[in-house]
């Protein structure tokens, strides 16, 4: 560790700290373009220079290491004209269309202008023009405009350092210079949403986002992607209960700065809401009803048939839900309605992998997920099976039995529910009650459908592939009518006088905790479950790193350890 003074206040950084480093650690907020803590330096924009003792000319500060003793002045005249200079430089070719611009909000050269920039433009030239290179696909996700790239080279080191693909490069020289695809590439890889994630400018921005939503109506909310078992920690940003975009939250030990393009992507799909009403269906034809008659359809046909034979039940969890979910789904329907079958399955889904070197340890530079959903290991850690050759559902699909009741909590629990003779199979159970949100084949064979909100809906935590429990928050309530899992669960279990229905996440989290292995001792609104908060900005979504910084408390980090046998 090194001491070193900025503007007169003594910090300890570690050794490796740049200058700039060192000034931010100081609460002095250096502006900055081409600066990145998940790229390597460059001192390419010139943005974010100080002076420093000893040293005669003003520095870029991202291009110089401490050492012990340092003094910095990052708010002298001298380091704000050096600035101010560089902003003005950058600014004559800008072709400042912020109203127009898809950046606006969240754009690192609008902030840094209006934090410290000349207040009137000494320039009248006409701004330098891009044909054929504004406005332009690159790639399946990212669209360029290169009136407005500053040449920080940030997406360029981003595709060559962390995705490893390299597709970006400059073309010409000089004042012609941009950023643009090798001949005959794309910018297209598994993260390409990221390379427009760190352009501090509008010159690269996401195709599915652009023009949806001016920035600053949007909510953020701290969640985790549910498209596999590596969890990412995101933000939802939504608005007036319609989610935008999803945009990676950073976790230095999970997913670092980035998430892969499919996760990105589900965000839409959060918006689908097809089941509003619960659904029975007598003699063929289903009708809408409320969800007192269909609690108690549920509720008769499960007690009718664990009166006569309790294996004549199958309930199937799902590696979707909150590990309070299951914990609750296991507390009732094994534990106090003593039915044997209680299971989950999952699929193995293609291989997602987020480049974290970090967090990967001796696997190599990606963090990797097979499982294609986000809590197989908190579902089996709160007491459900994962099914196996001797399991119900096995038999159920063999054809070799078939239960009274198969209540399927997650109606998208694998891509086969969409699978007519997967349905077929599941459909030989007598009555078959589904928790549903999108409308599919296994939901719409169904006797009874029980309407559930999205992952925007609800509270809860998830195990990660590296055993980390990590917490998601609610974005908005589900639309009427229409419930949580966990109020589903809760609403049921008070029919069999299990559960109270005004518990909230948290309190089914504590109710738990020390009967769930891993889970003992856990606190809800510990900083490492909670993860760090949700960014301005994505070109500086680092900026949190140092707002959440008791994320980082060892202490307070709950890994699960690895289940006898391997990964779940
Ligand atoms: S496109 Fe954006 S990230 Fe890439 S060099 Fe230009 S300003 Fe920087
Ligand atoms: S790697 Fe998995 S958890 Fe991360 S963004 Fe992609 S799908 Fe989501
Ligand atoms: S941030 Fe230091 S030179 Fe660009």
Redesign the pocket.
């Known amino acids: 560790m090194a001491k070193v003074v900025v503007d007169g206040k003594t910090v300890v950084v570690p050794d490796t700290a740049n200058a700039?480093e060192a000034c931010r650690a100081a609460g002095v907020d250096v502006p900055?373009?081409?600066?990145h803590p998940g790229l390597s330096?460059?001192?390419?924009?010139?943005?974010?220079m100080v002076e420093i003792e000893g040293m005669p000319k003003v520095q870029?500060?991202?291009?110089v290491p401490i050492r012990d003793g340092m003094v910095i002045q990052a708010s002298s005249e001298r380091a704000r004209a050096a600035r101010n200079a560089t902003m003005e430089f950058l600014l004559v070719n800008h072709p400042l269309d912020c109203p127009i611009c898809d950046q606006a909000g969240e754009c690192k050269l609008q902030d840094n202008a209006v934090a410290g920039g000349l207040p009137v433009s000494r320039t009248s030239e006409p701004r330098r023009q891009y044909p054929g290179y504004d406005r332009t696909d690159i790639g399946p996700h990212v669209i360029a405009d290169m009136t407005r790239c500053i040449q920080?080279t940030r997406c360029i080191r981003f595709c060559a350092e962390v995705a490893g693909t390299g597709e970006l490069t400059f073309i010409e020289r000089g004042g012609h210079t941009i950023v643009w695809t090798h001949e005959g590439h794309q910018l297209d890889n598994e993260w390409s949403g990221c390379a427009a994630d760190v352009c501090p400018v509008g010159a690269l921005t996401v195709k599915e986002f652009r023009f949806r939503k001016r920035v600053w109506w949007l909510a953020k909310a701290r969640s985790v992607c549910d498209g596999c078992e590596i969890g990412c920690n995101v933000s939802i940003e939504h608005r007036d209960r319609v989610v935008h975009r999803y945009l990676p939250r950073v976790n230095p030990h999970v997913n670092d700065f980035w998430m892969c393009d499919y996760g990105r992507f589900r965000a839409e799909g959060l918006n689908r809401q097809d089941w509003l009403r619960p659904v029975v269906r007598a003699g063929g034809e289903a009708r809408e009803t409320n969800w007192g008659e269909a609690a108690t359809a549920v509720q008769l046909a499960i007690d009718e048939a664990r009166g006569a034979d309790p294996a004549s039940v199958l309930v199937l969890g799902s590696a979707n839900a909150s590990t309070e979910e299951s914990w609750l789904l296991a507390e009732l329907f094994s534990r106090t309605l003593g039915l044997p079958n209680v299971e989950f399955d999952v699929d193995a889904g293609p291989l997602r992998r987020i480049p974290n070197p970090k967090a990967a340890g001796a696997e190599g530079r990606f963090l990797t997920g097979t499982l294609a959903a986000p809590n197989a290991r908190g579902t089996e850690a709160a007491g459900i099976r994962r099914v196996g050759a001797d399991s119900a559902l096995a038999r159920l699909l063999s054809g070799s039995w078939a239960p009274e009741v198969l209540y399927v909590t997650d109606a998208a629990f694998s891509a086969r529910c969409d699978d007519p003779e997967f349905v077929a199979a599941l459909r030989k159970a007598k009555k078959l009650v589904v928790n549903a949100r999108g409308k599919n084949a296994l939901s719409e064979a169904a006797d009874v459908v029980l309407p559930v909100g999205s992952l925007a809906t609800k509270e809860g935590t998830f195990v990660n592939v590296q055993g980390r429990i990590q917490r998601f928050e609610a974005a908005f309530l589900p639309p009427p009518i229409v419930k949580s899992d966990l109020e589903v669960l809760l609403h049921l279990g008070r029919r069999w006088g299990a559960f109270d229905t005004r518990w909230t996440a948290r309190d089914v989290f504590e109710r738990m905790r020390d009967r769930v292995a891993g889970y003992g001792g856990a606190r809800w609104d510990a900083p490492a479950i909670a993860g760090y908060p949700c960014s301005l900005s994505p070109a500086a979504a680092y900026d949190a790193l140092a707002a959440g910084r008791e994320a980082d408390d060892p202490d307070a980090t709950h890994v699960l350890a690895a289940p006898a046998g391997g990964r779940p």
């Open positions: 700039l900055h373009f081409c600066y330096v460059v001192g390419q924009c010139r943005m974010c870029a500060s991202c291009t920080c």
